[in-house]
Each structure stands twice: as structure tokens, then as C-alpha cells.
């Protein structure tokens, strides 16, 4: 063959070269065809992508179905079936021109067609003696035809088939990608983020600087596993993450996914356990065996709780409960990690005391990790991350905003943030600015502002005092947060009015002095009550359940009753949750005789006995600030720190005694149960704790 190939080839190509020439947008078949998207209009590409999603099998068959269904309609509506009786009747009378007699069917012509246009009468045909004998009798007769072995294996294969595919319908559907439905019922339900589609980096993650630090070393290792192991060291084979909720642990464990490149198996850890005796182990073994297929690769098990609780030694279903025995699979799991292999396991929770201390130990979850809440530093980088979202006003100071959400996690403050935006967006503004900030803080501290909630005068007036109870004594005492505002507008549910505060620094450690100083607080508007109406109301309800809270974790917890001395009632407490009122209260069941209850019961009935009366004298001493304050705060509804401050200088002033020394303001003593003037109290702006009544 000569070396210019195949002619007819050659030109077939010329052929396309020109026409290609003349209409540039056509391209010939191929890579570049003009199939491709980039070529197309933007119709012309939905229109492509709609027809490759497209499954033509089910509209073919549906097709079908329609036509043969269409077929039988028009041949129904065409030919009338009619017992053979009938069909005789219409031959005597004359109505049939013609008839076609088959095996056991006859169908006859009629010569003039029906009302309803049908020109053809079909009937089963009978042998002439028995119709002979049923003609003699009068009554209307027929053939029926028995079925045929085919057409009864029809009607037990098909409606088997339609069982059977229905059911399979139905199981894959409930499974939905999530395990295969009842067939894959022991399959895994993670969900697979592979390689970069996790759309998390550390640079989306801030104030957890010393976690994101831990978290590297895993990258680093993921990355590059021969550098360092180079001295012999393996990678860890679990990692723990945790901390109080909201604080981003899932957010950092996807990050650690993100930044390595690896695929990223995330499953909760209730998902392990179902109504079937087996079926959480076997989900713990395919979602290793998936994570060793993919390696290098993470594994994230969010809510470990749920999964490694520990184990108790008499277990009601004799040794054999589920979720002990998907726990134990996972302990096996972890023995059986090869470190060579890549595959790290990142586990988050919030309460790391309820785990199996065999799941803690080293060699399974070799490293637990503390995300706490972020310190001041920390909140502004995380507003810094979400204020990037939304349009900022020229005066906003996020690190304003940071000193005063004191005790925020990461989720409060994108919360926070996101309402910013939208109570800028509900006032029309073109950017939110630092107002829009202290409404938001507001609006999530204290909640929804109830306009159509309208008290009486007589309520008005017991709700301001109770109010500005709390609030005087408040800036009387120098272990007590700071006032931001008090207001007798009724907010969330069952406040009628509400008192907030906000601390002026992070706080780790309190000290005695500042507990009895809290108590006193909380106490306070109970004891404005007694002090102007001489009966208390139903509005310290709150109050008194904060207080006899407080007052037990003195007694129970931080060995503060002389009385008592140090011993310690009751289980160790979650790390990262206040324990529940019946936690307390049964936190010396068991642990302690009936003397020593008894005497906790007095202990605690002294320390709330002592506050309010320290309360009660404090107001007696600010009579005059508490009536000027309450008449303000009932003409103008909200008061906050500045005006407060005013009001009570002025009542005080009036007085005739000096601002700083006097009986209205002692000198604080050494051990701080004292108090301090009211005119040394600090201003603020924005409150991060709100103080309720609902009377």
C-alpha cells in the first residue's frame, strides 16, 4: 500500500477539513468534538447534561407498556365479548352479516354498527348438545376456557417477580448510599470525603492555635510517613478530640483531613448500633477493611460516647449487649493497626469520662487532644473568620466584641455573627455595624423580645424591683460580674424582665469570697421583694435554683463548709457540662450516711440564709438609690450601667453623706465580704449573662 493510505480515507478528511472551514463552530467527532461543553450554549449544555444523566431503558419500557396498553384499549373498545346465548340471539334476529369460527372462539360481523361504534361481537363457542339442552331451559349460557400450563405459570411467576422487585426497591431505598438498604445492612455508613473534597483547611479553623499545633504532627506524617519514621517512630494510631460542645472539633478533625490530602471516613458513633445482634460490628470491621483499601486515609468517629461508654461488669443481656460487643470490635480494631499503613483514626466527644479506660489507653488512642473554649485572643480570630462573610461597618472593633463574649465557644460567635447580619438586614443597613453587635449579643443572651407580653402597673412595679435588686446589689460587691443593662421588657420564655451582666476577664479559678459575693446577687431581688413589699413573689423561682446550685457545689464539691471540712460527695462531674440539679442531689446517695445529709442540707440552708441577709442589708443601706432607680426603670423600661451609675449617685448624694465613706459604703475588708461604692463600679457596653424574672 502506498504510503498516502486509504484514498477513500483521505477523502472523507478533506471533505471534513472544509466543511470545517466554512462553519468554524463544527468540529469533526473526537476529543474536541462539538458534544463538548465548553462548545456549546448554555441551553445547549443543561440540555447535554440532562440526556447524559438520562436512563432510556425505564422510558423505553414505559413506552411500551403505554403503546401495548393503548393497543388492548382500542381493541376493547372496538370488539364486544358476549356470552355464546347472546350470540345466538343476535343470529336468529339478523344483526350478524358474517362469522369466523375458530378453536373455541366465534366472532361474528355485525352489518350495522353500535351506538358505542363497536362493529365486532367475539363469544367462547359451546357444543351444540349442551346448548341445545340450556336453550330449552331459558336461561343465558357460555364457554369458558380453562388456562393453559403456560398461563398459569404466568400467574405465579409474575406477581413472584413484582414481590421481588418492589422488595429490592424498597431495601435499597431505606439503605440510600448509606450502608445498601437491608442487603448491605452490615456494610459501613460512613460518609467518604475523598481527597480535597472536604472544603476545610486550618485557615478555617482559629482559636485553637495548641490543637491545630497536635494535629500537624498527623499531617506531616500523612504526607511524608518515610521522613518521619526515618529514627523509628510510628504514627499515632488514635487521636482524641475533646471538649465542650460547639467548640470545633468536627470542623478540625475535616481540617486535618483537608490539609493532608487523604480520604476522610466520617460516621457517627450511633450509627454502629442497630435492632440486629451483629450488625455494629460488622460496620466497625468494613469501615476499617474500606479505610486500609484507600490508605493512606482518616477515619473521624464524631460523638465516641455514644459508641465507648464503659462497660459495666453485670450487663443485662448477659455479657452479649450490642454495643459492648461493637466497643469490642473496635478495640480489635485498633490492636490490629498496622502503622505502616497510614490510617489514623480521629475521634471527638464531650464526655470523655463515661469511656471504656480500655479505649484510652496507649497504643489505641495514643494522643487526646483539648479544644476548650477560646480565650480573647482566640474569640478574635474566630470572629475574623466569620466577619470575612458579611459586609463590616468602618467602626466595628471585633476585639471589643471578643472582651465582651467572655466564655463563648466558636459556634456562639458565628452565631453571633450571623445575627449581627441579620438585624442589619432587618433595619435596611448597608453594613452592620457595632450596634447591630450588641443587639445580636442581646437578642442570644437574654432572647426574643416579646412586645405583645403587657404587664399590669402592680407587676411593673414588682418586676422593676426585683430587677434593680439584683443589679444594685451587683454593683455594690466586688466579686459580682459587671451590669450591662436591666430592663422590665419581657424577653423569652417566661422572663419578665432581666438583669445582664458580664464578667470582665476570662476566669479560671473563684475564689470563696466571690462565690458568697454570686450568692448574694441571686439573691438580691428576693430580698428587694421582702425589703419594699414585705412577701416574696414567684419571680426568684430561677434565682433560688441557681443559688441552691451554687451554694451544694460549695458544699459538695469545693470543700468550702468549715463544717464539713474536705471531703468531696458524689462522682466526679463532666469536665465540660454543669451536672443537673438531680445529679446533685444524689451526688451523697451512697456516698455519705444520714448525719452527714443532713448536715449538707444545713450547710447549704446556711450559705443561702447568710446571702440573703447580706442582700437584704445592702438594699436597706440603698433604699433611696433602689426607690429613684425603680421609678426610672418603670418610665423608661431598659437602664443600663451609665444610668444606673447616675441615678444612684444622685439618691446617694441626697443622702448628705459622702460618696466613698459612710454607712452606704464600707470599706471592702481584707477577705473580700465586703462591699464596694456603687459610684467605683466600671462601665460596659454589651452583656454576655443575663439574669431573669419570671414572675
Known amino acids: 500500500m502506498r504510503p498516502g493510505g486509504f484514498p477513500a480515507l483521505?477523502?472523507?478528511?478533506?471533505?471534513?477539513?472544509r466543511v470545517t472551514q466554512d462553519l468554524p463552530w463544527i468540529k469533526p467527532a473526537g476529543r474536541d468534538s462539538c458534544l463538548n461543553a465548553s462548545n456549546l450554549t448554555e441551553a445547549e449544555a443543561d440540555m447535554k447534561k440532562w440526556t447524559d444523566h438520562l436512563n432510556l431503558g425505564p422510558v423505553?419500557?414505559?413506552?411500551?407498556?403505554?403503546?401495548?396498553?393503548?393497543?388492548?384499549?382500542?381493541?376493547r373498545r372496538e370488539v364486544e365479548v358476549l356470552p355464546y346465548s347472546a350470540f345466538e340471539q343476535q343470529l336468529?334476529?339478523?344483526?350478524?352479516?358474517?362469522?369466523?369460527?375458530?378453536?373455541?372462539?366465534?366472532?361474528?360481523?355485525?352489518?350495522?354498527?353500535?351506538?358505542?361504534?363497536?362493529?365486532?361481537?367475539?363469544?367462547?363457542?359451546?357444543?351444540?348438545?349442551?346448548?341445545?339442552?340450556?336453550?330449552?331451559?331459558?336461561?343465558?349460557?357460555?364457554?369458558?376456557?380453562?388456562?393453559?400450563?403456560?398461563?398459569?405459570?404466568?400467574?405465579w411467576i409474575v406477581p413472584a417477580l413484582l414481590l421481588f422487585g418492589v422488595w429490592r426497591l424498597m431495601a435499597g431505598r431505606a439503605g440510600g448510599g448509606l450502608g445498601g438498604g437491608l442487603l448491605g445492612i452490615g456494610k459501613s455508613r460512613a460518609k467518604i470525603y475523598m481527597e480535597k473534597s472536604t472544603g476545610v483547611r486550618f485557615d478555617d479553623v482559629a482559636g485553637v492555635d495548641e490543637a491545630k499545633a497536635e494535629l500537624q504532627e498527623i499531617i506531616d506524617f500523612l504526607k511524608n510517613p518515610k521522613e518521619h519514621g526515618r529514627l523509628g517512630a510510628r504514627i499515632p494510631k488514635g487521636i482524641l478530640l475533646m471538649g465542650p460542645t460547639g467548640t470545633g472539633k468536627t470542623l478540625l478533625a475535616r481540617a486535618v483531613a483537608g490539609e493532608a490530602g487523604v480520604p476522610f471516613f466520617s460516621i457517627s458513633g450511633s450509627e454502629f448500633i442497630e435492632m440486629f445482634v451483629g450488625v455494629g460490628a460488622a460496620r466497625v470491621r468494613d469501615l476499617f477493611d474500606q479505610a486500609r483499601a484507600n490508605a493512606p486515609a482518616i477515619i473521624f468517629i464524631d460523638e465516641l460516647d455514644a459508641l465507648g461508654k464503659a462497660r459495666v461488669a453485670l450487663s443485662v443481656a448477659g455479657g452479649q449487649d450490642e454495643r459492648e460487643q461493637t466497643l469490642n470490635q473496635l478495640l480489635v480494631e485498633l490492636d490490629g493497626f498496622d502503622p505502616s499503613v497510614g490510617v489514623v483514626l480521629l475521634a471527638a466527644t464531650n464526655r470523655p469520662e463515661t469511656l471504656d479506660p480500655a479505649l484510652l489507653r496507649a497504643g489505641r488512642f495514643d494522643r487526646q487532644v483539648l479544644v476548650d473554649r477560646p480565650d480573647r485572643v482566640g474569640r478574635v480570630a474566630i470572629l475574623e473568620v466569620h466577619a470575612k462573610k458579611i459586609r463590616l461597618a468602618a467602626g466595628v472593633d471585633l476585639d471589643q466584641v471578643a472582651a465582651i463574649t467572655v466564655g463563648f465557644a466558636g459556634a456562639d460567635l458565628a452565631n453571633v455573627v450571623n445575627e449581627a447580619a441579620l438585624v442589619a438586614t432587618r433595619r435596611n443597613g448597608e453594613a452592620v455595624t457595632m450596634s447591630d453587635f450588641t443587639q445580636a449579643i442581646e437578642r442570644i443572651v437574654a432572647g426574643i423580645e416579646?412586645?405583645?407580653?403587657?404587664?399590669?402597673?402592680?407587676?411593673?412595679?414588682?418586676?422593676?424591683?426585683?430587677?434593680?435588686?439584683?443589679?444594685?446589689?451587683?454593683?455594690?460587691?466586688?466579686?459580682a460580674d459587671r451590669v450591662h443593662k436591666v430592663s422590665i421588657v419581657p424577653h423569652g420564655i417566661g422572663a419578665l424582665g432581666y438583669t445582664l451582666q458580664r464578667p470582665t476577664e476570662d476566669r479560671h479559678l473563684l475564689r470563696r469570697p466571690e462565690l458568697l459575693d454570686k450568692l448574694t446577687v441571686l439573691l438580691g431581688g428576693r430580698a428587694a421583694e421582702m425589703l419594699v413589699f414585705a412577701e416574696p413573689s414567684t419571680g426568684a423561682a430561677d434565682d433560688l435554683v441557681k443559688a441552691t446550685n451554687l451554694a451544694r457545689d460549695m458544699v459538695l464539691r469545693y470543700g468550702m463548709d468549715t463544717g464539713l471540712g474536705l471531703a468531696v460527695y458524689g462522682e466526679r462531674?463532666?469536665?465540660?457540662?454543669?451536672?443537673?440539679?438531680?445529679?446533685?442531689?444524689?451526688?451523697?446517695?451512697?456516698?455519705?450516711?444520714?448525719?452527714?445529709?443532713?448536715?449538707?442540707?444545713?450547710?447549704?440552708?446556711?450559705?443561702?440564709?447568710?446571702?440573703?441577709?447580706?442582700?437584704?442589708?445592702?438594699?436597706?443601706?440603698?433604699?433611696?438609690a433602689l426607690d429613684r432607680c425603680v421609678q426610672a426603670l418603670m418610665a423608661k423600661e431598659t437602664l443600663d450601667e451609665s444610668q444606673l451609675l447616675a441615678l444612684a449617685a444622685t439618691a446617694e448624694a441626697s443622702t448628705g453623706r459622702p460618696v466613698t465613706d459612710g454607712c452606704l459604703h464600707p470599706p471592702i475588708p481584707a477577705e473580700g465580704d465586703g462591699t464596694r461604692p456603687i459610684a467605683q463600679a466600671p462601665l460596659s457596653n454589651i452583656p454576655v449573662k443575663a439574669r431573669r424574672s419570671s414572675v
Not at 445529679?583 to 449538707?600: D, L, Y
Open 60 to 75: 423505553l419500557l414505559a413506552l411500551a407498556l403505554g403503546m401495548l396498553a393503548w393497543d388492548y384499549w382500542e381493541q
Open 573 to 624: 462531674p463532666s469536665p465540660f457540662a454543669e451536672p443537673s440539679a438531680d445529679a446533685r442531689s444524689a451526688a451523697i446517695s451512697g456516698m455519705a450516711g444520714e448525719q452527714t445529709a443532713q448536715r449538707v442540707d444545713d450547710a447549704v440552708r446556711d450559705l443561702l440564709e447568710q446571702a440573703l441577709q447580706r442582700a437584704t442589708g445592702l438594699l436597706r443601706a440603698r433604699r433611696a
Open 450 to 479: 416579646k412586645k405583645n407580653r403587657i404587664l399590669g402597673p402592680r407587676e411593673r412595679e414588682l418586676v422593676a424591683t426585683h430587677e434593680l435588686g439584683h443589679a444594685l446589689t451587683a454593683l455594690a460587691l466586688p466579686g
Open 10 to 17: 483521505s477523502r472523507i478528511k478533506e471533505r471534513e477539513a
Open 92 to 155: 336468529r334476529e339478523g344483526k350478524i352479516a358474517e362469522v369466523t369460527v375458530g378453536d373455541a372462539v366465534i366472532t361474528g360481523r355485525l352489518k350495522a354498527p353500535e351506538p358505542g361504534g363497536r362493529q365486532t361481537v367475539v363469544s367462547t363457542m359451546v357444543e351444540p348438545q349442551v346448548a341445545e339442552r340450556l336453550a330449552s331451559f331459558g336461561v343465558p349460557y357460555q364457554r369458558v376456557r380453562s388456562p393453559t400450563w403456560v398461563q398459569s405459570l404466568f400467574s
